[in-house]
Protein backbone atom coordinates (compact mmCIF):
# COMPACT_ATOMS: atom_id res chain seq x y z
CA UNK A 1 0.00 0.00 0.00
CA UNK A 2 1.97 3.11 -1.11
CA UNK A 3 0.93 5.89 1.41
CA UNK A 4 1.96 9.81 1.31
CA UNK A 5 4.87 10.50 3.76
CA UNK A 6 4.40 12.18 6.91
CA UNK A 7 7.13 12.05 9.21
CA UNK A 8 7.58 8.48 7.58
CA UNK A 9 8.35 5.16 9.68
CA UNK A 10 8.79 1.80 8.57
CA UNK A 11 6.43 -1.44 9.34
CA UNK A 12 7.96 -5.01 10.11
CA UNK A 13 6.89 -5.43 6.43
CA UNK A 14 8.93 -2.89 4.54
CA UNK A 15 5.63 -0.45 3.89
CA UNK A 16 5.48 3.20 4.83
CA UNK A 17 2.64 4.59 7.08
CA UNK A 18 2.20 8.04 8.02
CA UNK A 19 2.05 8.90 11.78
CA UNK A 20 -0.84 10.70 11.50
CA UNK A 21 -2.93 7.90 9.86
CA UNK A 22 -5.49 6.38 12.31
CA UNK A 23 -4.59 3.79 14.22
CA UNK A 24 -2.31 1.80 12.38
CA UNK A 25 -4.02 0.81 8.98
CA UNK A 26 -0.37 -0.03 7.79
CA UNK A 27 0.41 -2.10 10.27
CA UNK A 28 -2.93 -4.17 10.33
CA UNK A 29 -2.57 -4.57 6.64
CA UNK A 30 0.98 -6.08 7.73
CA UNK A 31 0.35 -8.45 10.38
CA UNK A 32 -1.99 -10.10 8.61
CA UNK A 33 -0.38 -13.37 7.23
CA UNK A 34 -0.59 -13.56 3.62
CA UNK A 35 -0.57 -17.27 3.43
CA UNK A 36 -4.14 -17.38 4.71
CA UNK A 37 -4.77 -15.47 1.30
CA UNK A 38 -3.43 -18.27 -0.58
CA UNK A 39 -5.91 -20.46 -2.20
CA UNK A 40 -5.14 -24.06 -1.30
CA UNK A 41 -2.95 -25.58 -4.47
CA UNK A 42 -4.80 -28.79 -5.97
CA UNK A 43 -4.08 -32.00 -5.46
CA UNK A 44 -1.64 -30.86 -2.73
CA UNK A 45 0.33 -29.66 -5.47
CA UNK A 46 2.28 -26.24 -4.75
CA UNK A 47 0.80 -23.51 -5.99
CA UNK A 48 2.20 -19.93 -6.19
CA UNK A 49 -0.46 -16.44 -6.89
CA UNK A 50 1.04 -14.23 -9.59
CA UNK A 51 2.80 -11.21 -8.35
CA UNK A 52 -0.21 -8.67 -9.54
CA UNK A 53 -2.88 -10.98 -7.79
CA UNK A 54 -0.94 -10.74 -4.34
CA UNK A 55 -0.57 -6.98 -4.68
CA UNK A 56 -3.82 -6.92 -5.53
CA UNK A 57 -5.39 -8.99 -2.74
CA UNK A 58 -2.54 -7.15 -0.01
CA UNK A 59 -4.21 -3.92 -1.06
CA UNK A 60 -8.04 -5.23 -0.70
CA UNK A 61 -6.81 -6.74 2.27
CA UNK A 62 -5.41 -3.30 3.94
CA UNK A 63 -8.31 -1.27 2.63
CA UNK A 64 -10.82 -3.29 4.78
CA UNK A 65 -8.82 -3.17 7.77
CA UNK A 66 -8.68 0.38 7.56
CA UNK A 67 -11.89 0.58 7.03
CA UNK A 68 -12.41 -1.27 10.18
CA UNK A 69 -9.98 0.07 11.95
CA UNK A 70 -11.93 3.56 11.04
CA UNK A 71 -14.95 2.58 12.57
CA UNK A 72 -14.08 1.08 15.84
CA UNK A 73 -11.89 4.33 16.95
CA UNK A 74 -15.23 6.24 16.06
CA UNK A 75 -17.58 3.73 18.00
CA UNK A 76 -14.26 3.80 20.89
CA UNK A 77 -14.31 7.91 21.13
CA UNK A 78 -18.24 7.94 21.29
CA UNK A 79 -18.59 4.74 23.78
CA UNK A 80 -15.70 5.20 25.99
CA UNK A 81 -15.27 8.67 28.94
CA UNK A 82 -12.79 10.61 27.27
CA UNK A 83 -9.59 9.70 29.09
CA UNK A 84 -6.06 8.19 27.61
CA UNK A 85 -6.96 4.88 26.00
CA UNK A 86 -4.37 3.18 27.31
CA UNK A 87 -5.68 1.23 30.11
CA UNK A 88 -6.38 -1.71 31.18
CA UNK A 89 -9.56 -2.17 29.14
CA UNK A 90 -7.14 -2.55 25.95
CA UNK A 91 -3.54 -3.86 27.51
CA UNK A 92 -2.58 -5.82 30.76
CA UNK A 93 0.00 -7.33 32.39
CA UNK A 94 -0.99 -10.73 32.72
CA UNK A 95 1.83 -11.61 35.21
CA UNK A 96 2.09 -8.55 37.52
CA UNK A 97 -1.45 -7.17 36.79
CA UNK A 98 0.00 -3.55 36.01
CA UNK A 99 -1.22 -1.50 33.54
CA UNK A 100 -0.14 -0.43 30.60
CA UNK A 101 -1.38 3.22 31.01
CA UNK A 102 1.28 3.93 32.85
CA UNK A 103 3.31 3.25 29.96
CA UNK A 104 4.77 6.54 27.96
CA UNK A 105 2.80 6.44 24.15
CA UNK A 106 6.34 7.09 22.88
CA UNK A 107 7.23 3.62 24.66
CA UNK A 108 4.55 2.21 23.01
CA UNK A 109 5.85 3.14 19.96
CA UNK A 110 9.39 2.33 20.54
CA UNK A 111 7.85 -1.42 20.68
CA UNK A 112 5.44 -1.27 17.94
CA UNK A 113 8.70 -0.77 15.57
CA UNK A 114 10.43 -3.25 17.24
CA UNK A 115 7.82 -5.80 15.98
CA UNK A 116 4.90 -7.93 17.56
CA UNK A 117 7.63 -10.45 18.96
CA UNK A 118 9.07 -7.99 21.45
CA UNK A 119 5.97 -5.91 21.63
CA UNK A 120 4.27 -8.86 23.22
CA UNK A 121 7.30 -10.20 25.35
CA UNK A 122 7.11 -10.05 29.11
CA UNK A 123 3.70 -11.55 29.34
CA UNK A 124 2.22 -8.81 28.27
CA UNK A 125 -1.22 -9.71 25.70
CA UNK A 126 -3.38 -8.13 23.79
CA UNK A 127 -5.13 -11.23 21.82
CA UNK A 128 -1.80 -12.11 20.40
CA UNK A 129 -3.65 -15.02 18.32
CA UNK A 130 -5.50 -11.99 16.13
CA UNK A 131 -2.02 -10.44 16.48
CA UNK A 132 -3.57 -7.17 15.91
CA UNK A 133 -2.51 -4.30 17.95
CA UNK A 134 -4.19 -1.01 18.63
CA UNK A 135 -1.66 2.05 19.49
CA UNK A 136 -1.71 4.93 19.59
CA UNK A 137 -5.02 6.42 20.83
CA UNK A 138 -4.23 9.66 21.06
CA UNK A 139 -4.51 10.07 17.18
CA UNK A 140 -7.25 8.28 17.54
CA UNK A 141 -9.10 10.55 19.43
CA UNK A 142 -7.53 13.59 18.19
CA UNK A 143 -8.75 12.15 14.29
CA UNK A 144 -12.40 11.45 15.99
CA UNK A 145 -12.84 14.55 17.59
CA UNK A 146 -11.83 16.44 14.13
CA UNK A 147 -14.06 13.77 12.42
CA UNK A 148 -17.59 14.52 14.14
CA UNK A 149 -16.58 18.43 13.94
CA UNK A 150 -16.63 18.02 10.34
CA UNK A 151 -19.28 15.87 10.15
CA UNK A 152 -21.64 17.95 12.59
CA UNK A 153 -21.17 21.30 10.10
CA UNK A 154 -21.93 19.54 7.44
CA UNK A 155 -25.10 18.39 8.90
CA UNK A 156 -25.70 22.09 9.88
CA UNK A 157 -24.68 23.12 6.49
CA UNK A 158 -27.22 20.79 4.82
CA UNK A 159 -30.25 22.12 6.99
CA UNK A 160 -29.37 25.51 6.03
CA UNK A 161 -29.44 24.79 2.22
CA UNK A 162 -32.28 22.65 2.68
CA UNK A 163 -34.49 25.64 4.64
CA UNK A 164 -33.39 28.15 2.24
CA UNK A 165 -34.32 25.49 -0.68
CA UNK A 166 -37.58 23.46 0.44
CA UNK A 167 -39.92 25.34 -1.19
CA UNK A 168 -41.51 24.47 -4.74
CA UNK A 169 -41.02 27.68 -5.50
CA UNK A 170 -39.88 31.39 -4.40
CA UNK A 171 -38.72 34.34 -5.54
CA UNK A 172 -36.75 37.73 -3.69
CA UNK A 173 -37.79 41.02 -5.29
CA UNK A 174 -36.54 44.85 -5.05
CA UNK A 175 -40.16 46.15 -4.36
CA UNK A 176 -39.73 49.70 -6.06
CA UNK A 177 -37.97 48.44 -9.40
CA UNK A 178 -38.80 45.14 -9.77
CA UNK A 179 -35.96 43.43 -9.82
CA UNK A 180 -35.33 39.76 -9.04
CA UNK A 181 -32.75 38.97 -6.47
CA UNK A 182 -32.83 35.37 -6.11
CA UNK A 183 -35.46 32.83 -7.62
CA UNK A 184 -36.55 29.04 -7.71
CA UNK A 185 -38.90 27.78 -10.35
CA UNK A 186 -40.21 30.98 -10.55
CA UNK A 187 -42.94 30.21 -12.80
CA UNK A 188 -43.49 27.00 -12.13
CA UNK A 189 -47.27 26.67 -11.77
CA UNK A 190 -48.69 26.17 -8.48
CA UNK A 191 -51.88 26.77 -6.14
CA UNK A 192 -51.12 29.65 -3.67
CA UNK A 193 -54.78 29.14 -1.70
CA UNK A 194 -55.45 32.14 0.94
CA UNK A 195 -52.22 34.22 -0.74
CA UNK A 196 -55.36 34.81 -3.53
CA UNK A 197 -56.49 37.61 -0.97
CA UNK A 198 -54.27 39.89 -1.81
CA UNK A 199 -56.10 39.64 -5.21
CA UNK A 200 -59.46 39.93 -3.80
CA UNK A 201 -58.61 43.02 -1.88
CA UNK A 202 -57.04 44.64 -4.37
CA UNK A 203 -60.47 44.57 -6.76
CA UNK A 204 -62.22 45.98 -3.82
CA UNK A 205 -60.19 48.87 -2.84
CA UNK A 206 -59.67 49.50 -6.75
CA UNK A 207 -63.65 49.66 -6.59
CA UNK A 208 -63.59 51.82 -3.35
CA UNK A 209 -60.81 54.45 -5.22
CA UNK A 210 -62.22 54.36 -8.63
CA UNK A 211 -66.11 54.05 -8.06
CA UNK A 212 -65.90 56.01 -4.84
CA UNK A 213 -67.18 52.93 -3.23
CA UNK A 214 -68.25 53.16 0.87
CA UNK A 215 -66.02 51.05 2.75
CA UNK A 216 -68.29 51.49 5.74
CA UNK A 217 -71.15 50.41 4.43
CA UNK A 218 -73.08 47.32 6.33
CA UNK A 219 -73.77 44.21 4.22
CA UNK A 220 -75.57 40.94 5.24
CA UNK A 221 -73.22 37.70 4.76
CA UNK A 222 -75.28 35.64 2.05
CA UNK A 223 -75.85 31.81 2.55
CA UNK A 224 -73.65 30.99 -0.76
CA UNK A 225 -70.54 32.61 1.56
CA UNK A 226 -70.80 29.40 3.59
CA UNK A 227 -70.52 27.02 0.21
CA UNK A 228 -67.36 24.39 0.67
CA UNK A 229 -65.91 26.30 3.78
CA UNK A 230 -64.63 24.36 6.21
CA UNK A 231 -63.36 26.58 8.89
CA UNK A 232 -65.65 29.59 10.25
CA UNK A 233 -63.12 30.93 13.38
CA UNK A 234 -64.94 34.25 13.80
CA UNK A 235 -68.72 32.54 13.72
CA UNK A 236 -70.46 33.91 11.26
CA UNK A 237 -73.81 33.03 10.34
CA UNK A 238 -76.11 33.91 7.07
CA UNK A 239 -77.34 37.24 7.26
CA UNK A 240 -74.72 38.70 9.81
CA UNK A 241 -74.40 42.70 9.14
CA UNK A 242 -70.93 43.68 8.92
CA UNK A 243 -69.61 46.59 7.18
CA UNK A 244 -66.96 46.68 4.36
CA UNK A 245 -63.95 47.63 5.91
CA UNK A 246 -64.02 44.51 9.19
CA UNK A 247 -64.64 42.21 5.73
CA UNK A 248 -61.25 43.68 4.59
CA UNK A 249 -59.62 43.07 7.31
CA UNK A 250 -61.53 39.38 8.45
CA UNK A 251 -60.32 38.67 4.89
CA UNK A 252 -56.45 39.96 5.39
CA UNK A 253 -55.44 39.35 8.91
CA UNK A 254 -57.66 36.59 9.91
CA UNK A 255 -57.51 34.86 5.95
CA UNK A 256 -61.61 34.64 6.79
CA UNK A 257 -63.01 33.10 3.77
CA UNK A 258 -66.03 33.71 4.36
CA UNK A 259 -65.76 37.32 4.62
CA UNK A 260 -63.68 37.17 1.28
CA UNK A 261 -66.78 35.91 -0.52
CA UNK A 262 -69.17 38.36 0.99
CA UNK A 263 -67.25 41.45 0.10
CA UNK A 264 -66.74 39.25 -3.58
CA UNK A 265 -70.54 39.38 -4.10
CA UNK A 266 -71.16 42.32 -2.99
CA UNK A 267 -68.52 44.47 -5.00
CA UNK A 268 -69.54 42.48 -8.02
CA UNK A 269 -73.14 42.62 -7.89
CA UNK A 270 -72.16 46.64 -8.31
CA UNK A 271 -69.74 45.98 -11.15
CA UNK A 272 -72.71 46.19 -13.67
CA UNK A 273 -72.41 43.06 -14.98
CA UNK A 274 -75.02 40.08 -15.87
CA UNK A 275 -72.57 37.78 -14.45
CA UNK A 276 -73.89 36.71 -10.95
CA UNK A 277 -71.99 39.32 -8.06
CA UNK A 278 -69.03 36.45 -7.43
CA UNK A 279 -68.83 35.47 -11.03
CA UNK A 280 -68.50 39.14 -12.09
CA UNK A 281 -65.69 39.95 -9.28
CA UNK A 282 -63.50 36.80 -10.27
CA UNK A 283 -63.69 37.98 -13.80
CA UNK A 284 -61.98 41.34 -12.58
CA UNK A 285 -59.57 39.23 -10.53
CA UNK A 286 -58.67 37.65 -13.70
CA UNK A 287 -59.18 41.20 -15.78
CA UNK A 288 -56.25 42.66 -12.99
CA UNK A 289 -54.07 39.51 -13.49
CA UNK A 290 -54.03 40.29 -17.03
CA UNK A 291 -53.48 43.87 -16.81
CA UNK A 292 -50.11 43.34 -14.40
CA UNK A 293 -48.67 40.68 -16.98
CA UNK A 294 -49.63 37.45 -14.67
CA UNK A 295 -49.40 35.48 -17.58
CA UNK A 296 -49.30 31.60 -15.85
CA UNK A 297 -52.36 32.97 -13.27
CA UNK A 298 -56.11 32.08 -13.22
CA UNK A 299 -58.10 32.93 -10.33
CA UNK A 300 -61.63 30.75 -9.85
CA UNK A 301 -62.82 32.36 -6.62
CA UNK A 302 -61.74 34.85 -4.28
CA UNK A 303 -60.46 32.91 -1.29
CA UNK A 304 -58.43 30.20 -3.00
CA UNK A 305 -60.22 27.20 -1.88
CA UNK A 306 -59.15 24.61 -4.41
CA UNK A 307 -61.15 21.33 -2.74
CA UNK A 308 -63.27 20.30 -5.64
CA UNK A 309 -63.11 22.59 -7.68
CA UNK A 310 -63.19 23.28 -11.06
CA UNK A 311 -61.01 24.64 -12.94
CA UNK A 312 -58.34 24.55 -10.72
CA UNK A 313 -57.02 27.90 -9.43
CA UNK A 314 -53.34 28.30 -10.15
CA UNK A 315 -50.29 31.18 -9.96
CA UNK A 316 -47.00 31.34 -9.83
CA UNK A 317 -43.98 32.83 -7.40
CA UNK A 318 -43.16 35.50 -10.22
CA UNK A 319 -46.96 36.39 -11.03
CA UNK A 320 -47.57 36.65 -6.87
CA UNK A 321 -44.64 39.15 -6.62
CA UNK A 322 -46.30 41.17 -9.53
CA UNK A 323 -49.44 41.05 -7.87
CA UNK A 324 -48.74 42.01 -4.50
CA UNK A 325 -46.30 44.93 -5.67
CA UNK A 326 -49.13 46.35 -7.39
CA UNK A 327 -50.70 45.77 -3.89
CA UNK A 328 -48.09 47.06 -1.45
CA UNK A 329 -48.55 50.21 -3.10
CA UNK A 330 -51.65 51.10 -1.73
CA UNK A 331 -51.39 52.81 1.73
CA UNK A 332 -55.11 51.24 2.39
CA UNK A 333 -53.73 48.09 1.61
CA UNK A 334 -50.52 48.49 3.59
CA UNK A 335 -52.10 49.40 6.65
CA UNK A 336 -54.69 46.42 6.51
CA UNK A 337 -52.02 43.92 6.36
CA UNK A 338 -49.39 45.13 8.84
CA UNK A 339 -51.83 45.09 11.57
CA UNK A 340 -50.88 41.93 14.42
CA UNK A 341 -54.62 42.50 15.83
CA UNK A 342 -57.81 43.67 15.05
CA UNK A 343 -60.81 44.01 16.59
CA UNK A 344 -64.45 43.64 14.17
CA UNK A 345 -67.56 43.96 15.29
CA UNK A 346 -71.00 42.25 13.32
CA UNK A 347 -74.76 42.20 14.20
CA UNK A 348 -77.11 39.71 14.59
CA UNK A 349 -80.93 40.03 15.25
CA UNK A 350 -80.14 43.20 16.78
CA UNK A 351 -76.91 42.43 19.16
CA UNK A 352 -73.54 43.54 18.64
CA UNK A 353 -70.66 40.78 18.69
CA UNK A 354 -67.15 41.66 19.01
CA UNK A 355 -64.25 39.47 17.68
CA UNK A 356 -60.69 40.00 17.77
CA UNK A 357 -58.74 39.09 14.65
CA UNK A 358 -54.78 38.25 15.14
CA UNK A 359 -52.77 37.99 11.91
CA UNK A 360 -51.60 34.82 11.09
CA UNK A 361 -48.33 36.09 9.85
CA UNK A 362 -46.10 34.99 12.98
CA UNK A 363 -43.21 36.86 11.36
CA UNK A 364 -45.09 40.17 11.43
CA UNK A 365 -42.88 42.98 12.94
CA UNK A 366 -39.49 41.05 12.71
CA UNK A 367 -36.59 41.99 10.59
CA UNK A 368 -39.22 45.09 9.32
CA UNK A 369 -41.46 42.83 7.80
CA UNK A 370 -44.77 44.62 8.10
CA UNK A 371 -47.08 42.28 6.42
CA UNK A 372 -48.31 40.83 3.72
CA UNK A 373 -50.23 37.40 3.80
CA UNK A 374 -50.36 33.38 4.60
CA UNK A 375 -52.21 30.72 2.60
CA UNK A 376 -52.44 27.24 3.03
CA UNK A 377 -54.23 24.37 1.36
CA UNK A 378 -53.81 20.42 1.32
CA UNK A 379 -52.63 20.80 -2.58
CA UNK A 380 -50.80 24.38 -2.20
CA UNK A 381 -48.84 23.23 1.08
CA UNK A 382 -47.91 26.62 3.51
CA UNK A 383 -47.71 29.31 1.50
CA UNK A 384 -46.33 33.19 2.29
CA UNK A 385 -45.53 36.78 0.91
CA UNK A 386 -43.24 38.62 3.17
CA UNK A 387 -42.44 42.53 3.03
CA UNK A 388 -39.94 43.47 4.46
CA UNK A 389 -39.03 47.31 5.20
CA UNK A 390 -35.78 49.57 6.23
CA UNK A 391 -35.39 52.75 6.16
CA UNK A 392 -34.85 54.87 2.75
CA UNK A 393 -30.79 55.37 1.68
CA UNK A 394 -30.29 58.74 1.37
CA UNK A 395 -27.52 58.83 -1.16
CA UNK A 396 -25.47 62.81 -1.87
CA UNK A 397 -23.73 62.69 -4.80
CA UNK A 398 -22.39 66.09 -5.10
CA UNK A 399 -25.05 68.99 -5.18
CA UNK A 400 -26.99 65.96 -6.17
CA UNK A 401 -29.40 63.94 -3.58
CA UNK A 402 -30.78 60.82 -4.28
CA UNK A 403 -33.54 58.74 -1.90
CA UNK A 404 -33.63 55.13 -2.48
CA UNK A 405 -36.77 53.34 -0.99
CA UNK A 406 -35.63 50.02 0.46
CA UNK A 407 -38.40 47.69 0.86
CA UNK A 408 -38.14 43.76 -0.45
CA UNK A 409 -40.73 41.04 -1.30
CA UNK A 410 -40.21 37.62 -0.66
CA UNK A 411 -43.10 35.02 -2.09
CA UNK A 412 -42.51 32.04 -0.96
CA UNK A 413 -44.96 28.57 -2.52
CA UNK A 414 -45.42 25.06 -1.53
CA UNK A 415 -43.58 24.96 1.75
CA UNK A 416 -43.40 22.32 4.63
CA UNK A 417 -41.88 25.19 6.71
CA UNK A 418 -43.32 28.89 5.62
CA UNK A 419 -41.95 30.47 8.66
CA UNK A 420 -38.26 29.56 9.24
CA UNK A 421 -37.81 29.44 5.48
CA UNK A 422 -39.23 32.80 5.05
CA UNK A 423 -37.03 34.29 7.72
CA UNK A 424 -34.10 32.60 6.63
CA UNK A 425 -34.85 33.86 2.73
CA UNK A 426 -35.78 37.61 4.00
CA UNK A 427 -32.21 37.70 5.55
CA UNK A 428 -30.91 36.28 2.29
CA UNK A 429 -32.55 38.69 0.63
CA UNK A 430 -30.78 41.88 2.61
CA UNK A 431 -27.71 40.54 2.19
CA UNK A 432 -28.32 40.61 -2.36
CA UNK A 433 -30.25 43.88 -1.78
CA UNK A 434 -26.54 45.43 0.33
CA UNK A 435 -24.55 43.93 -2.50
CA UNK A 436 -26.39 45.36 -5.44
CA UNK A 437 -26.55 48.87 -3.70
CA UNK A 438 -23.10 49.07 -3.30
CA UNK A 439 -22.64 47.93 -7.12
CA UNK A 440 -24.70 50.98 -7.83
CA UNK A 441 -28.01 49.04 -8.46
CA UNK A 442 -27.45 48.20 -12.09
CA UNK A 443 -31.16 46.08 -13.04
CA UNK A 444 -30.31 43.67 -15.45
CA UNK A 445 -33.77 43.75 -17.93
CA UNK A 446 -33.83 40.42 -18.03
CA UNK A 447 -33.68 39.76 -14.16
CA UNK A 448 -36.93 42.56 -13.58
CA UNK A 449 -40.25 41.16 -13.51
Known amino acids: MDCPLQQNRRCHCGHTARRSDLGDACDLHCRIPFGVLEPPPPGGAPYTLPAIRVARLRRLACFFTSGLAHFLARVCWLTFPCHPFGDNRLFSNAHAGESLATTSWSELNDRADRGPERFFSSGRVANQNALIKVLRFDAVMHFSHRFLIVFFAFLVSAALLRSAAAAQAYVIVDAQTGYVFEEQEPRKKLQVGSLTKIATASVVLDWAEQKSGNLNQAVAIPQAAFVGVLENN ?68 PHGIDYKVRPMPFSTAEDMARLTRYAMNKASFRFYVSQKERQISFDRGGHRFNYVLRNTNELLGKDGIDGVKTGRTARAGDCLILSSNREPEVVTQGQMTTVYPRRLILVLLGSTNRFGEGAGLVQRGWQLYDQWAAGGRVADSKRML
Open 234 to 301: IGFQPGDSITLRDLLYAALVGSDNIAAYTLANHVGSRLGSSLPGDVAFVAQMNALAKQLKMERTRFVN
